[in-house]
């Protein structure tokens, strides 16, 4: 009877393993590696501090290396790389899949890339040159060339007896496909369909001419659209001519779903989705020290419009300490919105037909929850102050700027992204500094205007 | 040929139709309608502003309703199935897998759902119940009924002439199961293998007896980070006995591991990711008032430190200028931080075993990035306020609260999951409190001991 899952085991696995590392059972250790996949492995290793990484990585079987990097996210490969001689890395990566070999060596600085691939064989190099045709995050990256093509005028019967002296089928291969004599994509035909039709028929007969293909050009994030839409499985690659070039199969657009969305969520707090979670001090210090200084200057600038109205703080020591919550509704409000915005752009629902309408919807939430909030500090404040007049200053401040927030938090988005700025990484700092300014200014104005 | 497939087909469909409908072109767009397939269908919806939605969906064909229901996300299904009477519900879910039936019914209101159900012919009706027995988000939920099982003692030869005879295999199906005689799971049968194999083979010699299953009540998130790690097609479910329930399929992971992933992305902006994009004004009103609710008591909690401090700022306007910078940069610090722990909980990367060195790998991020912009604040304050003692302030300040951001922004996601509160949803907000509460303490602290 196979074994019921345990959810908990990698985790289970490696405390044992760090047991047995830290009372230095190695050949234990070592043991237990070569009983582990190569996918579980990759889980261990990301979930290893430096250190532990470290050993690991040379308690694994060399055999499985190459697919275990392969596994890899960019900067625990990156790390284990570094580790790595020149001929290790070919030994490695000899008999990886050709995208994989390609998503393994792309990590690779080019002196080191350089090295690898003069001591690689013919056929590899080959393969590996196929792949870095195409530029990173088009289909043509992510595709395999193993594909398994038909000619149209041979019957199932045929197929079936080839499949068989073949002996195997290449991975989550689920479609073959029929070609013409200049390697033209004709159509394609389901495995299942070969299993269930009569097998005298010929495949022209029973194809599917209305196959659809995906250009090696495409963006690999339309490439995840278009197989979570239609719930493909793999899908056929084609060049400008019509030209079988490979397939693109789900687990690997899987990877780029998951990396699409993990990119916006820590592109909006400011982090590169590269980071690995276990990467030492210094290299994560270094990597989010830039934003930081970013936002430094954005507060400066937040600083420098309470610093033009100096005079009404030193009247006023209550401004003071009111003045922080209006910039802080408008950039919650604002947020909101643009987390909404930066999702409807990744799964496809915005476009320049309803982007007004989107627009206006945005703008008028804003105004709403404006005045819902505006009404409500306006009344907390008179209370607790005893000063209705600073009240309704604060009212009214918070209600333009929950309405800018809802506004901005739209319009900031569409715009980056018509001018091909990444709205998940620069918008929210944009948008903050936008409602930090506007609620600063129309708070302390208005009160300037009342007390000054 | 096939046609070259376009990315924006969809949009430029959207555009077409719109324009059919201004027009009252309905028999037009009735006829595209028809020639759209349910998955583009449902993006056309999700896509389009209430007003046109409806109409659009009063065009659609209704033998299609169905599996375009099964497609919308949760809010644009809700506000569709609004629209429909009991009848034309059950007529639409006739025919739809188990699990998608499922998925449909869930969607719907206690009151109408009893409704259908007693419409529903009896089949339907027990497909219905054995679905519902599983909570959401459990394995069970997703499952689908739909398997091929055979049994140990028969030959490759007969199972591809019962296949033939069958005429059709169910979808995303790569793989057949084998049952003994009380239907436990005793291994699975690859489709390749039955291609590549001899005819003569008996299944029980060429099975994979390791295959592994999936409990019933194993959570949804944990099902996809399995299929992710080991690139599944599909898998089996089984009861805690080990008998066969049913099979999950790739497609349904797919939405499962994209809304995850939108979870912790719209949480961490304080919205619900079931939210529609183009839902009407009052709805999202509503929903998102809450959020912005709680962040003003935050907002006013800041705000009741500095009223601590009324007197000091009433002396020195300057440090109402400047008391901002020292609670934005500890959130943003900290937020950093919170979003990588976020993710890495959602991968499966974090555990008991390591969490101890990530607190201290994050507070070492904080005190080194603290550093770093302590220095630089002070020197600016020095040289802008000319006032050096006020830089020393501010930069020990900001020192303190970005090493307290690190280290909340690791210790508050892993409390919150120790105690079943998701992280995505209220780590922000509670760190964002410490950090307002502790950069206006230690800044404002500071300045009224030397100042004060």
Chains 1, 2 share one sequence.
Request: hydrophobic letters at 45%; one cysteine or more.
């Amino acid at each position: 009877m196979p074994e019921q899952m345990e959810h908990e085991s990698t985790h289970l696995r490696l405390s044992e393993m760090n047991e047995a590392l830290e009372s230095g059972m190695f050949v234990h250790v070592k043991r237990m590696l070569y009983q582990t996949p190569p996918c579980d492995i990759a889980l261990l290793l990301e979930s290893s501090p430096p250190t532990g990484r470290k050993v690991l990585w040379r308690l694994t079987d060399s055999d499985m290396q190459g697919e275990i990097l392969d596994e890899l996210n960019e900067d625990a490969k990156t790390s284990i790389l570094k580790l790595m001689d020149t001929e290790s890395l070919v030994a490695a990566t000899e008999g990886l899949d050709t995208d994989d070999l390609a998503n393994v060596l792309r990590s690779l600085p080019d002196s080191i890339y350089q090295e690898v691939i003069t001591q690689m064989d013919t056929q590899d190099r080959h393969r590996l040159e196929t792949a870095m045709a195409y530029p990173e995050d088009t289909a043509g990256s992510i595709m395999n060339t193993d594909t398994i093509t038909l000619r149209p005028d041979v019957t199932v019967d045929v197929i079936l007896r080839y499949i068989r002296l073949r002996g195997e089928l290449p991975e989550a291969t689920d479609t073959l496909y029929v070609v013409d004599k200049d390697d033209l994509l004709i159509g394609d035909v389901p495995l299942s369909m070969l299993l269930t039709t009569d097998p005298n028929s010929v495949i022209n007969s029973i194809m599917d001419r209305q196959a659809e293909t995906l250009s090696a050009n495409m963006d690999t994030s339309e490439v995840a659209k278009l197989f979570e839409r239609h719930d493909w499985i793999s899908a056929p690659v084609t060049d400008d001519t019509g030209k079988l070039l490979g397939r693109i199969t789900i687990d690997d657009v899987v990877d780029i779903i998951r990396e699409n969305a993990e990119h916006d969520m820590m592109g909006l707090a400011g982090m590169d989705d590269d980071e690995d979670t276990f990467a030492p001090v210094l290299q994560s210090t270094k990597r989010r020290t830039l934003w930081l200084g970013v936002n430094l200057i954005a507060a400066l600038t937040a600083a420098s419009v309470s610093n033009m109205f100096e005079a009404t703080l030193e009247q006023l020591a209550t401004l003071a300490i009111l003045m922080t919550i209006v910039p802080s509704m408008g950039g919650i409000a604002g947020n909101q919105t643009l987390a909404l915005v930066i999702r409807g752009m990744a799964v496809g629902h915005i476009s320049d037909d309803n982007s007004r309408w989107l627009i206006g919807k945005e703008a008028m939430v804003g105004v709403l929850n404006g005045a819902i909030w505006a009404i409500s500090i306006a009344i907390i404040v008179s209370l607790w102050k005893g000063d209705p007049s600073l009240g309704l200053i604060i009212g009214g401040a918070m209600f333009i700027n929950m309405s800018m927030g809802g506004l901005a938090g739209v319009v900031i988005p569409l715009v980056m992204k018509k001018y091909n700025i990444d709205p998940a990484l620069a918008g929210g700092m944009a948008l903050t500094t936008v409602t930090d300014v506007v609620g600063l200014f129309s708070f302390l104005g208005m009160a300037t205007l009342v007390y000054g």
